[in-house]
């Protein structure tokens, strides 16, 4: 059995992985900071500018509020992705388990809320990746079928829905593939954007492209 959080990480990257692995970590007070916020939309929407401004929110108070009641006027969930009846759930399906911050009922999907920032549009492929496991395990547990999931970006107050598309399924396999075919550490990714955010660069021995194009390479 996979953990989610491997999944997203080796669509990511398979060295990435290869890291975490070796040293897990407890999660940094500032993850869980942002985390909460997700618990807390319709307080944030009333909130005051100095109120919102206290908080590790992202955006100015006025376009905070403006992208969650975007969300509330766009989402028929919205009333569930406020106040969720099932919170942080460990969903243990066939092939992973994991944790998902809320489970929806109606109808049956699982949310993942990211402490991190949001694609221009719909959601970057880790957490795609990550989504669709959480949703198969949910679906594998309550034996249903289940065809959307939730990101969050509570930081910044955006909220996507995405669908179970079959695209999103096959990134969904081609990473438990990576996972299981990993033997050993995996290679550098080659002069990728990806490595100059990564917490292991240094580790690993990768230099950033500014780095390369201030050297000339
Ligand atoms: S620095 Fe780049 S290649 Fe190395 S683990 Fe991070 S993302 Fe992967």
């Given at each position: 059995?996979?953990?989610?959080?491997?999944l997203?990480?080796v669509t990511?990257?398979s060295?990435?992985l290869?890291?975490?692995?070796?040293?897990?970590?407890?999660?940094?007070?500032?993850?869980?900071?942002?985390?909460?916020?997700?618990?807390?939309?319709?307080?944030?929407?009333?909130?005051?500018?100095?109120?919102?401004?206290?908080?590790?929110?992202?955006?100015?108070?006025?376009?905070?509020?403006?992208?969650?009641?975007?969300?509330?006027?766009?989402?028929?969930?919205?009333?569930?992705?406020?106040?969720?009846?099932?919170?942080?759930?460990?969903?243990?399906?066939?092939?992973?388990?994991?944790?998902?911050?809320?489970?929806?009922?109606?109808?049956?999907?699982?949310?993942?809320?990211?402490?991190?920032?949001?694609?221009?549009?719909?959601?970057?492929?880790?957490?795609?990746?990550?989504?669709?496991?959480?949703?198969?395990?949910?679906?594998?547990?309550?034996?249903?079928?289940?065809?959307?999931?939730?990101?969050?970006?509570?930081?910044?107050?955006?909220?996507?829905?995405?669908?179970?598309?079959?695209?999103?399924?096959?990134?969904?396999?081609r990473a438990i593939r990576e996972i299981e075919g990993m033997?050993?550490?995996p290679?550098?990714?080659?002069?990728?954007?990806?490595?100059?955010?990564?917490?292991?660069?240094?580790?690993?021995?990768?230099?950033?492209?500014?780095?390369?194009?201030?050297?000339?390479?």
């Open positions: 059995m996979h953990a989610v959080s491997d997203a990480t990511y990257c060295r990435q290869y890291y975490r692995r070796d040293d897990e970590r407890e999660l940094p007070e500032s993850v869980k900071k942002r985390r909460e916020l997700a618990f807390e939309y319709e307080q944030l929407l009333e909130a005051d500018d100095a109120t919102l401004a206290a908080r590790p929110i992202e955006r100015t108070p006025e376009a905070y509020r403006g992208n969650l009641r975007r969300a509330k006027d766009r989402l028929d969930s919205w009333d569930e992705l406020a106040d969720p009846t099932h919170r942080d759930v460990l969903l243990s399906g066939r092939e992973c388990r994991g944790i998902a911050q809320k489970v929806l009922e109606k109808p049956l999907a699982p949310s993942y809320v990211s402490p991190g920032s949001p694609p221009k549009e719909g959601v970057w492929e880790p957490q795609s990746v990550r989504a669709v496991a959480l949703a198969k395990a949910l679906s594998w547990e309550r034996e249903q079928l289940i065809e959307r999931a939730f990101v969050e970006y509570p930081a910044y107050g955006v909220i996507r829905e995405i669908s179970l598309t079959t695209r999103r399924k096959a990134d969904y396999r033997d050993g550490p290679a550098r990714l080659t002069n990728s954007a990806k490595c100059d955010s990564c917490a292991y660069r240094k580790r690993c021995g990768t230099r950033t492209r500014s780095l390369r194009s201030l050297l000339g390479l």
